[in-house]
C-alpha cells in the first residue's frame, strides 16, 4: 500500500499514538475514514458523469483504460488473442472452400 511495508505502518502508528495521544486517535481514525470514504464517492460520482455524458458507446469505460498502455492493449492486442479468427470479418460474402487439388484463383494484374 502506497510502498509502506509492515515496519514502516507501525512505526507510524506509534508515532500517531505519541503525537495524538491515545484519547484523540479513534476521533483521528473516524474523521480520515470519512475523509477517505468522501473522496471515494467523489471518484465513483465523477466516473459515473464522465460515463453518463459521453453515451452508451462509452458504458463500458473505465478510468484505467486512458491509460495509453491499457488502451492500446484492450483495443489493439486483445482482438489478436481470439482463438479463431474470422475469415469473413472484412468480405461480405462468406469464403468458400476449394476442392482438393484446385489451383487458387490468381490475379495477374494485383502483381
Known sequence: MFGIGP???VVIAIVAVLVFGPDRLPEFA???GRLLRQVRQMVNNAQNDLRNELGPE?????LQDLNPKNFVRKHLLDPMDDDEPSSTEFTDTP???LPAGAK???DPEST
Open 58 to 62: 462509452y458504458a463500458d469505460l473505465e
Open 104 to 106: 487458387p484463383p490468381y
Open 95 to 97: 469464403a468458400q472452400r
Open 7 to 9: 515496519l514502516e505502518l
Open 30 to 32: 473516524r474523521t480520515a
